[in-house]
């Protein structure tokens, strides 16, 4: 007879699987960064965020869930460096101060992982919803200093950030939230490709995707 135990972490590996196949989906825009001659801040943001971070938080929830707890603590203890670094990009600015606060929080997840304190996957995916929530306000705000491809650069990394702060829950992301997404994200490709626009619907869009991670904000 399986035993429950086993039948709990097949059921956890397949969650984390599915959670991870859905961010896939979501980095087709990013997937020649590595491929760039020269990358500028915003290519080295959208870099960190949609491929060193994304693998690392995934592979700490598949380690896991298989129980291997210092290999998932080693990870987390990554992605809290990984942030912290990201945050000291402009160190006073408020929403680079949650992040530094965040890279500590995961610091201590590592260690209560690492310890065996921690038993659910649940916790990891909370943590990393609010990982995910606070780089997406992050980038939202840096957009908005921003012009043309640099800008658009910012608005992709935001948009993936604020989907992958549902999706990392196992929650779906709502059909209205699926059309603000998309939304920015066309917007977001234009400007990158070095398009124009309209800067009434690029503002309307920006803050309908401000409403959205604002209804998932989980760091309350």
């Not at 992982?113 to 995910?132: F, H, I």
């Amino acid at each position: 007879m399986i035993s429950t135990t086993k039948i709990a972490t097949a059921v956890a590996v397949l969650a984390t699987t599915s959670f991870l196949q859905a961010q896939a989906k979501t980095l087709s825009d990013f997937a020649d960064l590595d491929n760039k001659p020269v990358k500028t801040l915003e290519v080295e943001a959208i870099a960190f965020t949609t491929q060193d971070l994304h693998k690392i938080l995934g592979q700490s929830l598949t380690e896991f869930d298989g129980e291997a707890l210092e290999s998932s603590a080693d990870l987390i203890g990554k992605a809290s460096k990984m942030v912290s670094g990201e945050a000291g990009i402009f160190p006073q600015r408020d929403d680079q101060k949650k992040l530094k606060q965040d890279s500590k929080s995961l610091k201590k997840l590592a260690t209560s992982v690492r310890d065996g304190l921690t038993k659910d996957s649940k916790d990891l995916k909370q943590a990393y919803s609010e990982t995910n929530h606070l780089l997406a306000m992050h980038y939202i705000t840096s957009s908005e200093g921003a012009k043309n491809k640099a800008q658009g650069n910012f608005l992709l990394g935001a948009a993936h950030h604020a989907e992958q702060a549902v999706l990392v829950t196992g929650d779906k992301v709502s059909e209205a939230n699926k059309t603000v997404f998309e939304s920015v994200r066309n917007m977001a490709r234009e400007l990158v490709k070095g398009g124009k626009v309209d800067s009434v619907k690029l503002d309307s869009g920006i803050s309908d995707l401000t409403k959205a991670c604002a209804k998932h904000d989980r760091t309350s």
